[in-house]
């Protein structure tokens, strides 16, 4: 049970929010207003292309070795050191949360950094079911930088937090596969370097129920697939990566773009979240973080009734609740990390689920205190507050949800007790 | 204590209701889905302009006398026969409250209806506190539908929530007063037709702290009137009324545009907001009301794990919090109505405050488990649950945050127990 | 939606409050001292005897006609008359709500007034559902105040939330009908007067499965009945009234003792429970505000840090948050009694449910803060806190725990939308 | 943050756990029995003397070296070692945290591992700033587990909260301090070994806030030492420690049993409170656990409406909640822990003030959801859940409520941000 980064990682989380002060910040705060800008003014700024300024800092960050973090230990081979992060090989779980909860501080950063959902998650899936054909095509243009990938899982038509719904086919004939079908909340597909989809479908209505699907790579511009719309996340785009409801006709691509052979979609999803969900679960702690820190700020700097905000009301006890609530998730996540590095996914499933459910839900309780201590101003663009609410809400459905996550946690509590289910 | 409603206001009730069903929803529907698609494209179409349905739906609104329902029983003189309420006068809070419930089911039929914040409440001040020749010059034409007004109250620079703390100033200048300030939140001033700008301004340092500021009317075009910028409420702009940051520089009116006389401001301001209230919290009422229609046709439609989603977990019991809730807290709001109509603003101050806290706090909760339900789509524009639910949060700052509400709630209990304040 | 108590109701009210505040408060305090000395103690004083001042209560307010206000209007017959109700009538349920909530305040106050569970439930369902020698054998003398009654229902050994598994047996042979099985919390069955239990038994296991039980009329001293033990609840035994476990071996009573039949047990529950309910409810807004009088009373009495304690964090927003709670929960108890005296129990199902749901929690939650603003004392016996904390606590599972009625709420709501249960 | 335990006190880990299944379990089993039978009877068996069973199970302990666990590392001196410890020396907070979670799962284990409070916290003080005298005097026997302790500092008259307020005199005159005044929930007086109190008074009125109260050692025996009631916890009189209100009338004791010396109550007291804290929030943890496993094990055993309790309505999300609550909670105790072990008290004030708010809270909400899937039985004394509740309740206040505790955790996490208190 020891938590503790390694002194690689704690000087890798030191540079990492150093690079976030002293870097990116700056450039994030002009962004925001520019964009802010943009959205009020209409159509003059491209909000789906990447700002200059971001390629200069993912240029820096890439010198400097802070590219790639995410990559797993132990199974990054040689992608770790061929591919620029500082030390040349990946971190254990507990050694990137830190670093994870640094980047959270920034909406910037995990590109920056190339350490961004999807393409993590999705590198991840190469890295440990992919050919060797597969990575060389597209993990390494993926962890050079050169291309961002996109996840197509859920669907419109079915409720997606049972995944064994899912409806777009993926059937095999001859040396292709064939898919057709609808899917939505397709991340990343807005960004203008997107070039792979990750596309899990349907290939054997006969299997077992957790053998019937297939994920599938299928390149952005194979014929048939379009990107209908892109969708808004309570009024946000998430602009340039954002989130597509996609269609696919007829789209053929060769069998061998089947990751890990057909009906091995349930094994590889699975295995592509235990990390993720520590790494989108300690950004998280970090959001939480920055919001009560301005929490504070903003309630020592403001005063009504003849009194410093923070001194109002229950004030203090909101802000004690804060810490109290992060310090504990924090710790709950570091504990996931420990148990994927020490027993394995399969061993951490409730603690994973676990965490999945407490992180956004504390992060949204802090920011929403945040916001309200700002008063309108917290729910304005001045503030980062009404992002970071949003993102903390819509983790609470992304990649399952909280309902079907308590149901792990649950089902797992029950069986030591001889449940069956 | 009789909260029912006379048998006019159930009339008018039912035919708002049938309004909005038959007449609004459509067209809202339509133009939901028009305008999110000019968010996602950018600049091709100006949501600052009034879509041409509305006008139709506004003519036809009037043809049928259902128009300016908001005006207050007693205090309308000739108002409502003059400018189109059937029935010709006002209604009590009690008769009003359920029309204002059934326009909380759509964000367009409290404009459709000529009953939408901030021209009620700015009406109200007028019909109230203003002269003569300010009503002829501004409530006619409000009333009338030909002009719109914004309300300018809060300030960037102070914690507004402590109102004793704006620091405009409105000098009283020989026959003129002049004002220097900044505003921000300011609702309405980005509606095409709003002419005129209800400020409030310290004219007075040295006077007693509730005697300091004084109401001004002021005309959008006045020199000196500046919107710097429009600001967004958790990405809503709030098209086509929206809220302006202005600033004021050396702009000069007559001394006749102070509402009541100088040094009145705070006396209006609570006149102006015990209605107001109610019609805020029975609108969060009619949208809890239709997040939790939409939840329960979800629940019952879409199926996972082999049953509705309705019956897994806990949703059947957040399906019974939330009526529990919305009752409650409807019964809470017409219990404030009632005690305005019966012993005024005075005697009903800890009811008005109870339901500003009540109201958005049940709505966000409903509609928070509404979209839960629906899935990644409970949080795109394809279900009006995320604009609901961004209206229910920013309610809890609007007008005071929560706060300030439970504060004078617990000053009036404790002072039923010897508290002095 | 009218729910101001009748001139009559209102004056019934201000004689009860009267009564409790200038005759039983002072007797109450003297006795819980008493009472709390005796369990210290130990074995001295009898608490299962009725003390000699309740006696004395009891005539005093039956003098007054302050005695069985609880007979339900338009059902009493005569009884109301007969048995000294003042006004000769019974009260429809939202007359009685301003009284019940009364009674709330005190302890002892439902049994000085003959008005205490199960006393009350066990005479409405003789009024509606007895024949006239059942009536004339144990409804008169219960109103008379001569005996008390018991209600058998709860199993030990199943989940008696769900009322068709009771397995205690009321076997029709001949002329007799024979129990069998062991009941729970059989409340009142301590008390020296109890003559009459109300026991629920299975009839026709072949039957539909809400016709398969009987309500049977046993006297308490009929050969077989055999009280094992008292239970205590959260260390309270409820002395004199008392919950017992009983068993039933070989009980022999005439067949005419079974209530309006054989098989209609759930029918006469059912009619038992729904003024029932709003009576326990409405008694949990009088404790309710009995607590928070007491909170802030000590909340402006003691100091600490140079503070009155109602000044300190966040109290005085919990006495807001409990204020705007009680008012919500009784506005929502009035509104379920004025649907079951215009619409019937059968048209009132959610809201009684509601309200089961609603008042007990908010009772816990305001007694809480009384308790923690009260330090130590709070947790004694020095303040009524912690009885009525468990008090409310029991209501959460007495006559059907929270889910159960959560159940019925979302039923009904899902029903709306045309789900089939 | 390595929260592991060591070897050693993995082993003690066990040691506790089996001791306490196997023989603690039967008989406490038994001995709640006769406790709820002899509170039902009245009289007959004396609470206050301990059960002969106890001292067995103590004597075994002993034996086994499962004694004066509690010891902490570094400061124990030989005492660990003379006074049967297994392994002979103290154990760190970290260490000794399991073994206090494990204690939890019983009522009787603290007081059979002789580790129970308020001992342990005597202990302490003696062993931290006692006199060699004062520690061969009553640290011995107490270690011996010859005699027994109490601690008298809360006071009735004043907000004992704010711990300055105490008003109990503690005159030094010549070479005697005569004490002067009034405690109650003087823990531990009731035990029929209890030779020695420790009583905070107010030595010198005029010197610094922090600097006036002295904390005397004060035999059970010396003359003016009065027990006038022993106080009840919502019922439970926690026989046979008890908690008194004591009385002190020109109570004369040598100034030599003033620890530490006048004026250094606050220091002692601080330094008392931390690994206290640790030890009670980790039998919570402990406490949750056990109801847990209960609801869990009730929840699949009992069948309602044809589906195991624990599959109906949100149960499922309650065990989640359940679980994940008390991971989160004991994750944040282990490292108040470690924060304790590693920069000591002074750098752990803000850790340790969070688990005395979180981990009776945890408790509370696990054992209520227990109480409430057990139904009626979980009211009652044949579970230990209404027992465990309200020692969580007690909790909550004893040694600072939560709200002071919430004030230590803000006023560290503002100050981080400049404010000066």
């Given at each position: 049970?020891?938590?503790?980064?390694?002194p690689?990682a704690a000087?890798?989380?030191?540079?990492?929010?150093?690079?976030?002060?002293?870097?990116?910040?700056p450039v994030?705060d002009?962004?925001?207003?520019?964009?802010?800008?943009?959205r009020?003014?209409?159509?003059?700024?491209?909000?789906?292309q990447?700002?200059?300024?971001?390629?200069?800092?993912?240029?820096?960050?890439?010198?400097?070795?802070l590219?790639?973090?995410?990559?797993?230990a132990?199974?990054?081979?040689?992608?770790?050191?061929?591919?620029g992060?500082?030390?040349?090989?990946?971190?254990?779980?507990?050694?990137?949360?830190?670093?994870?909860?640094a980047?959270?501080w920034?909406f910037?950063?995990?590109?920056?950094?190339?350490?961004?959902?999807?393409?993590?998650?999705?590198?991840?899936?190469l890295?440990r079911?992919?050919?060797?054909?597969?990575k060389d095509?597209?993990?390494?243009?993926?962890?050079?930088?050169?291309?961002?990938?996109?996840?197509a899982m859920?669907?419109?038509?079915?409720?997606?937090s049972?995944?064994?719904?899912?409806q777009l086919?993926a059937?095999?004939?001859?040396?292709?596969?064939?898919?057709?079908?609808?899917?939505?909340?397709?991340?990343?597909?807005?960004?203008?370097?997107?070039?792979?989809?990750?596309?899990?479908?349907?290939t054997d209505?006969?299997?077992?129920?957790?053998?019937?699907?297939?994920?599938?790579?299928?390149?952005?511009?194979?014929?048939?697939?379009?990107?209908?719309?892109?969708?808004?996340?309570?009024?946000?785009?998430?602009?340039?990566?954002?989130?597509?409801?996609?269609?696919?006709?007829?789209?053929?691509v060769?069998?061998?773009?089947?990751?890990?052979?057909?009906?091995?979609?349930?094994?590889?999803?699975?295995?592509?979240?235990?990390?993720?969900?520590?790494?989108?679960?300690?950004?998280?702690?970090?959001?939480?973080?920055r919001?009560?820190?301005?929490?504070?700020?903003?309630?020592?700097a403001?005063?009504?009734?003849g009194?410093p905000?923070?001194?109002?009301?229950?004030n203090?006890?909101?802000?004690?609740?804060a810490?109290?609530?992060?310090?504990?998730?924090?710790?709950?996540?570091?504990?996931?990390?420990w148990?994927?590095?020490?027993?394995?996914?399969?061993?951490?499933?409730?603690?994973?689920?676990?965490?999945?459910?407490?992180?956004?839900?504390?992060?949204?309780q802090?920011?929403?205190?945040?916001?309200?201590i700002h008063?309108?101003?917290?729910?304005?663009?001045?503030?980062p507050?009404?992002?970071?609410?949003?993102?903390?809400?819509?983790?609470?459905?992304?990649?399952?949800?909280?309902?079907?996550h308590?149901?792990?946690?649950a089902?797992?509590?029950?069986?030591?007790?001889?449940?069956?289910?």
């Open positions: 049970m020891d938590f503790s980064p390694s690689r000087e890798l989380t030191d540079a990492v929010r150093s690079f976030i002060r002293d870097e990116i910040a994030e002009a962004l925001q207003l520019r964009q802010a800008e943009a009020r003014a209409g159509g003059e700024v491209d909000l789906w990447v700002p200059r300024e971001m390629h200069e800092l993912r240029r820096k960050a890439r010198r400097q070795g590219w790639n973090l995410f990559l797993p132990g199974h990054e081979g040689p992608y770790a050191e061929r591919f992060t500082r030390g040349g090989t990946g971190l254990s779980n507990v050694d990137y949360a830190p670093i994870a909860e980047t959270g920034s910037l950063a995990p590109y920056v950094f190339n350490c961004n959902a999807p393409d993590t998650g999705n590198a991840e899936v890295l079911y992919g050919s060797q054909e597969q095509r597209w993990l390494d243009p993926l962890l050079e930088g050169r291309i961002r990938s996109a996840f859920t669907e419109p038509g079915v409720a997606s049972d995944a064994t719904t899912m086919t059937v095999v004939e001859g040396d292709d596969v064939v898919l057709n079908g609808r899917k939505w909340w397709t991340t990343g597909i807005g960004h203008p370097d997107c070039e792979i989809l990750l596309v899990m479908g349907l209505p006969d299997a077992p129920k957790y053998a019937r699907h297939s994920m599938v790579l299928v390149p952005r511009d194979t014929p048939g697939v379009k990107v209908e719309r892109m969708l808004d996340t309570m009024g946000f785009l998430d602009e340039p990566f954002g989130h597509g409801e996609v269609s696919f006709t007829n789209v053929r060769p069998v061998s773009n089947i990751v890990a052979g057909p009906g091995r979609a349930f094994e590889i999803a699975q295995g592509r979240l235990g990390p993720g969900r520590v790494h989108h679960a300690m950004r998280m702690i970090g959001l939480a973080e919001a009560l820190r301005l929490a504070c700020e903003r309630g020592l403001r005063t009504a009734f009194q905000l923070a001194d109002l009301g229950g203090r006890e909101r802000i004690a609740e810490r109290i609530a992060i310090d504990s998730a924090r710790l709950l996540i570091l504990n996931a990390a148990k994927l590095d020490t027993v394995g996914a399969a061993g951490a499933l409730s603690e994973v689920s676990a965490i999945k459910v407490a992180a956004p839900q504390v992060a949204q802090v920011i929403d205190f945040a916001m309200q008063g309108g101003a917290g729910l304005s663009s001045d503030f507050l009404a992002g970071a609410w949003t993102a903390a809400r819509a983790v609470r459905l992304a990649d399952g949800p909280d309902e079907v308590k149901g792990v946690v089902r797992i509590e029950l069986g030591r007790h001889g449940a069956a289910r």
